[in-house]
């Protein structure tokens, strides 16, 4: 699988999949890709847990887009989306098949994808009649989300926080906003959520700051909100000692046991880990 992976995020051309197949590996193959920036960055083997920096997220999100620019198509390394050859952007398989449970009527509807990368579930959530507000620390990866998707914004420095900047559609009903999850709060994002699908995000938080994520997740939901997480577990699949971690069921009890609920709803197995998705909703 690790070939395929590769293959698939560095040589797409030569790699012919069906549509599902490359929506149920996309979130895989962006694991992969961070495995390889780690890698990259001497940190792979590293066992002190450390999260990458937001700056070398940002590196990495520059030269996708450099490279998504000189190519002249969408993409670049970063597996989220495909070209015009492929449909690697789709959105999540379990996200359309479980929206309902996560927003069950058309009353509630604004809904927070925290560290969202240019996800295509972005895209779907909007066409869906969704209020869609996503965070990201990169500037290039939000660009090439409005960018790809032909989606004209307004961008503007948050008046709450200025270390924050807000990208704001124009054509689409949107708001992503740039900048450290660690620093967002409800007062910056406007108001409560009703909603959370948190996919491939809470994996690749280092283990300290795991609490600290949950806690900032709970101060920007509604009481009535539900939170959707897709966690891998890779098990005994995971060969590597850093980032991307496993999501275990302790790990659930321990992060959400005290101040919510949560129920596995979903799962599916591939060669590289097991998708496991959960609804988590306040006590
Ligand atoms: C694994 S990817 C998430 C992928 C995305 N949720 C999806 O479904 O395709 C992690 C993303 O979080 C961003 N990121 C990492 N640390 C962050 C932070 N502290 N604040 C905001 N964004 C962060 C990275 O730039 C990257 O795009």
């Given at each position: ?85 492929n ?10 098949k ?58 503007s ?37 009703d909603?959370?699908w948190d ?32 966690a ?6 995971r060969?590597?000692?850093?980032n991307p971690?496993?999501?275990t ?18 799962e ?16």
């Amino acid at each position: 699988m690790e070939d395929s992976i590769s293959k698939l995020c560095f040589d797409q051309s030569d790699y012919i999949l069906t549509s599902d197949s490359y929506a149920r590996i996309r979130i895989q193959a962006l694991f992969h890709n961070i495995y390889r920036l780690l890698q990259t960055a001497g940190m792979a083997e590293s066992e002190d847990h450390k999260l990458l920096t937001i700056d070398q997220w940002n590196e990495w999100w520059k030269k996708d887009y450099e490279r998504s620019k000189s190519k002249g198509s969408k993409g670049g390394d970063i597996c989220e989306h495909g070209d015009e050859d492929n449909p690697f952007d789709q959105a999540s398989p379990m996200l359309r098949k479980h929206i309902k449970s996560l927003l069950p009527n058309a009353i509630r509807k604004r809904i927070f994808l925290p560290l969202c990368g240019k996800s295509p579930d972005i895209k779907w959530l909007i066409d869906e009649g969704y209020e869609v507000v996503g965070l990201e620390c990169s500037e290039h990866a939000i660009l090439e989300f409005f960018e790809e998707n032909s989606v004209e914004f307004e961008k503007s420095v948050s008046t709450k926080d200025h270390s924050f900047r807000v990208y704001t559609g124009k054509t689409a009903n949107v708001v992503i906003y740039e900048g450290d999850y660690f620093k967002f709060n409800s007062d910056i994002a406007g108001g409560l959520f009703d909603a959370v699908w948190d996919s491939a995000s809470l994996n690749t938080i280092e283990l300290a700051s795991r609490k600290p994520y949950v806690e900032i997740m709970r101060s920007v939901l509604d009481k009535q909100a539900k939170y959707m997480l897709s966690a891998m577990y890779f098990g005994e699949k995971r060969t590597w000692i850093n980032n991307p971690f496993d999501i275990t069921d302790a790990d659930m009890t321990e992060l959400f046991g005290e101040y919510f609920t949560w129920d596995k709803v979903d799962e599916e197995d591939s060669e590289w880990g097991l998708e496991r998705v959960f609804l988590i909703t306040c006590k």
